[in-house]
């Protein structure tokens, strides 16, 4: 169904059983897969394709153009896949030149006032929770999450299955698995809850913890620690952690460790049941 004022484009393709509400507009040059739902108030600019059964709310506006200074005179295009939900007031700008693509995957929710810039690429059942901003040429892995109102850099990376707290500023490139903490925006462990949300077992849980040690824990320089996860890690989840490293351009965020002389309390997130953690102890504080 479409609404009698919506203001639709003889250029655009509108597949099969679309619903586009009340004052929305669809530009020429955009692709609306089947079954895809459009809220009233509703803007898809020019050089879009969404895939099937999206659903988009109201005040949303998709394929926006760069917030770029020198944003050339032909602007690249924006690719959503399928299945996903955009909620209220959310913005998806397209790449900067004709020949780029922002891309956004299936099954992601994008909550309400989420803003992805132009060229990131953001991958499958990823989580932007309100007001969550990505700058230009992001990458988020797959089932990533970001609490609300974080905030990322350009040209970073969110690796898969992160979880990023609320209001953190992500400045340098996250590591797949990891959870950060909005206060200091630093690592505080895994992102144990969403590890177990995927269906992973508890053997490459352990795995993923003892590849953590060698990262923050084994006092290793950059390169032998690289050197350390290749030759203990060739293959599974802890592999990723090697590929991840390897490439960038932003450093890497570093994990929250406590101040001396104080108890040592390891966050949740690391530890895969009661059994494995250690013993707390409390130590004085230094007079």
Known sequence: MI?????????????ADVEIGPFSI???????????????HVTIK???TLGTDNSVCEGTVLGGFAQHAN????SGRLVIGSRNTIREHSTVHRAIHADQTTTIGD????????HVAHD???GNRVILTNGVMLGGHVEVGDRACLGGNAAVHQHCRIG???MVGGCTKVVQDLPPFVLTDGATALIVGLNRVGLQRAGFTREEVLELKAAYRVIYREGL???????ALESRFPVGLAAEYTEFFRVGTRGFVQERRSPPKIALRVHPAVDEDESDKPEIKAFPHAA
């Open 26 to 40: 669809i530009e020429g040059d955009v692709v609306i897969g089947a079954r895809t739902k459009l809220a009233g």
């Open 71 to 74: 944003r050339p005179e032909k």
């Open 3 to 15: 609404h009698s004022t919506a203001i639709i484009s003889d250029q655009a393709q509108i597949g």
């Open 160 to 162: 898969r299955l992160a």
């Open 46 to 48: 020019s050089g879009t």
């Open 107 to 114: 099954d992601c929710l994008l909550m309400v006032g989420a």
């Open 120 to 122: 990131c690429r953001v």
């Open 221 to 227: 320089t950059f390169n032998e620690m690289l050197n």
